[in-house]
């Protein structure tokens, strides 16, 4: 069974644009979260969708935004992009956003550099 | 609330030396509390978890952690460093609610010397 995929793996942008990010969820899995990590800062949560709504945010401009498809794979924008915004961003996905023993599983990472 | 905190951004292990890496949390209620593993340019990988059954959990690669309630710590150990463990290992928690919950730490760099 194939895991979590992103695309692209590596994704080199100008200041000012946009960038898109792709994960495809593992099949049957229904929830999708986002995360950046940025050097030195840990994982910070993004996004959650789930069953093609997003369902919550982190602590993030709007300019970071994103949906899910109705097959669950998503997409994450990040438009006006700044040289801040460089970092990794993980997809995970998980069956169910309600289980208690829900456990996600995470993409390979998309490396976003801003130029 | 929940938070976790993981003591030392960087450790340095011999090979066949004992691995210990910390973690300590905060939560209003009982936890639910993981262990992942990066490695380079990956994504992380679930090595084991917590989740109120026996406090002493087993995961995978040999590794396995201690819940001790009356210290709020879930510490990560291994009787015996490979050079394949080298990685960045990140403790996280979650309270109730489903995964969205999750507070990943900042992470600790193990570094394996031959």
């Known amino acids: 069974e194939a895991g979590v995929t992103q695309s692209p793996t590596h994704l080199i942008k100008t200041r000012g644009q946009q960038a898109t990010l792709r994960c495809s969820p593992i099949s049957g899995h229904t929830s999708v979260y986002w995360y950046q990590q940025a050097l030195g800062l840990g994982l910070q949560f993004l996004l959650w969708y789930d069953e093609g709504e997003e369902r919550n945010r982190g602590n993030f401009p709007p300019r970071f935004s994103g949906r899910q498809f109705p097959n669950y794979s998503s997409e994450l924008n990040v438009n006006a992009l700044e040289l801040e915004d460089s970092a990794l961003y993980l997809c995970?996905?998980?069956?169910?956003?309600?289980?208690?023993?829900?456990?996600?599983?995470f993409g390979q990472g998309t490396r976003l550099t801003v130029v | 609330a929940q938070s976790v905190t993981q003591l030392g951004s960087h450790v340095s292990v011999s090979e066949g030396a004992l691995v210990l890496l910390r973690c300590n949390y905060s939560s209003s209620v009982p936890p639910y509390l993981f262990w992942y593993v990066q490695y380079p340019n990956q994504g992380l990988q679930l090595l084991l978890k917590?989740?109120?059954?026996?406090?002493l959990v087993k995961g995978i690669n040999g590794f396995e952690a201690e819940f001790k309630k009356s210290e709020t710590s879930f510490h990560l150990t291994k009787p015996s460093a490979h050079m394949s463990d080298a990685a960045e290992y990140f403790c996280?928690?979650?309270?109730?609610?489903?995964?969205?919950?999750?507070?990943f730490g900042t992470g600790t760099k193990l570094q394996v010397i031959p």
């Open positions: 917590y989740t109120s059954a026996a406090t």
């Open positions: 996280a928690v979650r309270n109730s609610g489903g995964y969205q919950k999750v507070t």
């Open positions: 995970a996905s998980s069956p169910d956003s309600t289980g208690l023993n829900t456990e996600a599983f």
